[in-house]
């Protein structure tokens, strides 16, 4: 089972606590890097705690939670190796797995409700990336890194 790691700012704080005991329920084993309270925080800071444990866990999956989903996003895919999807529905949740190889899930609290939310996540973590025809253009966009 995959590791995950998952992080929120005070938008999404109820959110990410739910998803913590569903993404359990699934079997993965989760690491909260925060935020813990719903004091006002930086999402980037969230961002890159998760991105850059992502990045060091090889095979592992992250899930980023803010208002929208876009600044943790944003933040994440600064990080080299990093391919963070703000996501709403699950069609996209899988296809940014088997086509992107995505390995950060961003979801807006503020966008989508818990069930949705909970069903991006299962579909985000239970599919694999294609390769194939689709690794040409992954290595594209590690290329681009730090241009
Ligand atoms: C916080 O108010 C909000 O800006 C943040 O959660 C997020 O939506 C940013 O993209």
Redesign the pocket.
Same mark, same amino acid.
């Given at each position: 089972m995959k590791n995950v790691y998952i992080g929120c700012?005070?938008?999404?704080l109820e959110m990410k606590n739910m998803l913590i005991g569903h993404v359990n329920s699934l079997g993965y084993s989760v690491t909260d890097v925060g935020t813990y309270t719903s004091d006002s925080v930086d999402?980037p800071v969230y961002a890159k705690k998760v991105a850059l444990a992502v990045r060091e866990d090889e095979g592992s999956l992250g899930i980023l939670i803010? !208002?929208?989903?876009?600044?943790?996003s944003i933040a994440a895919n600064k990080v080299k190796g990093i391919r963070a999807a703000a996501v709403s529905e699950v069609y996209s949740a899988k296809m940014t797995r088997l086509h992107n190889d995505a390995n950060i899930v961003c979801l !807006?609290a503020?966008v989508i409700g818990p069930e949705t939310a909970k069903m991006i996540v299962e579909a985000f973590l239970s599919t694999e990336y294609e390769g194939g025809r689709h690794q040409r253009r992954v290595d594209m966009i590690s290329e681009m890194e730090g241009i």
């Amino acid at each position: 089972m995959k590791n995950v790691y998952i992080g929120c700012d005070h938008a999404a704080l109820e959110m990410k606590n739910m998803l913590i005991g569903h993404v359990n329920s699934l079997g993965y084993s989760v690491t909260d890097v925060g935020t813990y309270t719903s004091d006002s925080v930086d999402y980037p800071v969230y961002a890159k705690k998760v991105a850059l444990a992502v990045r060091e866990d090889e095979g592992s999956l992250g899930i980023l939670i803010c !208002g929208t989903g876009i600044g943790m996003s944003i933040a994440a895919n600064k990080v080299k190796g990093i391919r963070a999807a703000a996501v709403s529905e699950v069609y996209s949740a899988k296809m940014t797995r088997l086509h992107n190889d995505a390995n950060i899930v961003c979801l !807006g609290a503020r966008v989508i409700g818990p069930e949705t939310a909970k069903m991006i996540v299962e579909a985000f973590l239970s599919t694999e990336y294609e390769g194939g025809r689709h690794q040409r253009r992954v290595d594209m966009i590690s290329e681009m890194e730090g241009i």
